[in-house]
């Protein structure tokens, strides 16, 4: 289901209610895999070449913004960005 939605999502150039899924998919995808907290760890994670899948841009900041559905990147890795002290 998730290959099928987000098909040539980083091509798409209008507004689709399929994109908007298919960055919620992206988004428990990330996740899911608990790697990241931070933008720098992902970026050091792009740069190392470790992205293995397509559906998940490289540049999700770039790709969601543009189509007005990018939050933060606290969102996006959900974690909490307020101070728990």
Not at 59 to 68: A, L, Q
Request: hydrophobic share 30%; aromatic share 16%; glycine share 4%.
């Amino acid at each position: 289901m998730f290959r099928k939605i987000c098909v040539g999502v980083e091509k798409m150039r209008r507004f689709d209610y399929r994109f908007v899924s298919c960055v919620d998919l992206c988004k428990k995808t990330v996740q899911a895999e608990n790697m990241w907290e931070t933008k720098e760890e992902w970026d050091d994670w792009i740069n190392q070449g470790e992205k293995r899948n397509r559906w998940i841009p490289s540049d999700p900041e770039k790709v969601y913004r543009e189509h007005g559905t990018w939050i933060s990147w606290d969102d996006f890795f959900g974690v909490n960005s307020q101070d728990e002290n």
